[in-house]
């Protein structure tokens, strides 16, 4: 939920859409990383249950970090993470302070108006985050291959024409600010969708990370962007 009259430090590829699709996870991925974790019953967005990787305490915990009053940065690994080097790795890689870390395991959805009128949501990502801090944001590695599922982003929950569709086959990655944009996932199965979901700080190594894994296109070059001064107010 946005925060008035509050100012973060904000990652400059973000400032225009609220989010951004990077080039696919050029690794390999094997199932048995996230098929045999421990999983929770937990909703968000769908018939959804996660098995978390990184919480406030280490613990199998899917809870805000607010509830152990602190923000959602500087998380511990879990016992689930050390049978998930090739996911722990990844978020490793990113380089930024980082927060809960989780994989989703998403049932196929009933159709697209319902995802619409009860799973499209807003993540609380930045309770007891504090001023002058980098704003938290979301990124996602999408673990099946799940070519016809999509992420549907809002920037007003009920105006269709804000809407905007990230695919999701397998090695998708992408980053969304959350907290500004409605989200959820429509996904028409038959399988679960897995993904993994790792709240990142916004800074100049969350920035240098989206800036290495930059689509370019033929004959194009996408200079780094700069992130000195970037902060933004919100309301």
Do not use: C
Request: aromatic share 10%; proline share 7%.
């Amino acid at each position: 939920m946005p925060i008035a009259q509050a100012r973060y430090h904000r990652l400059p590829a973000l400032e225009e859409t609220g989010y951004e699709i990077l080039r696919p996870y050029a690794g390999s991925l094997d199932a048995t990383e996230w098929e045999q974790l421990r999983y929770l019953d937990w909703k968000s967005g769908g018939d959804t249950n996660f098995a978390v990787l990184a919480s406030a305490l280490g613990e199998d915990d899917p809870r805000g970090f607010w509830e152990h009053g602190r923000p959602d940065k500087d998380a511990v690994w879990t016992a689930n993470a050390a049978l998930a080097p090739t996911l722990r790795d990844w978020v490793h890689s990113v380089g930024a302070r980082f927060g809960r870390v989780r994989i989703i395991k998403l049932a196929t959805s009933t159709d697209e108006e319902t995802v619409v009128q009860r799973h499209l949501h807003l993540d609380d990502n930045n309770r007891l985050n504090p001023e002058g801090e980098g704003w938290v944001v979301r990124a996602w590695l999408n673990l099946t291959d799940d070519p016809d599922s999509y992420m549907m982003l809002r920037e007003d929950r009920d105006d269709p024409s804000t809407e905007h569709r990230i695919p999701m086959p397998r090695g998708a990655q992408f980053v969304v600010d959350t907290e500004r944009l409605w989200h959820a996932a429509f996904h028409p199965g038959p399988q679960p969708r897995y993904a993994m979901i790792a709240s990142f700080e916004s800074g100049p190594n969350l920035q240098a990370w989206m800036d290495s894994q930059r689509i370019v296109l033929p004959g194009r070059q996408t200079a780094p962007q700069d992130f000195s001064g970037a902060s933004a107010d919100r309301s």
